[in-house]
């Protein structure tokens, strides 16, 4: 599937500004919730429980 295409009417479900989003190699990330949904045969699946949230342990895990 082309991905230039799918950059342009791919919206983060998450958040109420639907910013487009950015492939990378997990997948599509929305850069405002940081947001990776995944890419399941070709097809992005944006679906808000199967994106990946930063987990709060990373950041603890840098402060210590
Ligand atoms: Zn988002």
Not at 5 to 11: C, N, V
Not at 15 to 38: A, H, I
């Amino acid at each position: 599937m082309d991905e230039e295409f799918l950059s342009k009417i791919l919206a983060c479900p998450a958040c109420d500004e639907r910013p487009s989003l950015v492939k990378t190699n997990d997948g599509w990330k929305c850069e405002v919730c940081q947001r990776v949904y995944p890419v399941i045969d070709g097809i992005p699946h944006l679906i808000i429980k199967e994106g990946l949230t930063p987990s709060p342990d990373q950041q603890t895990q840098e402060s210590i």
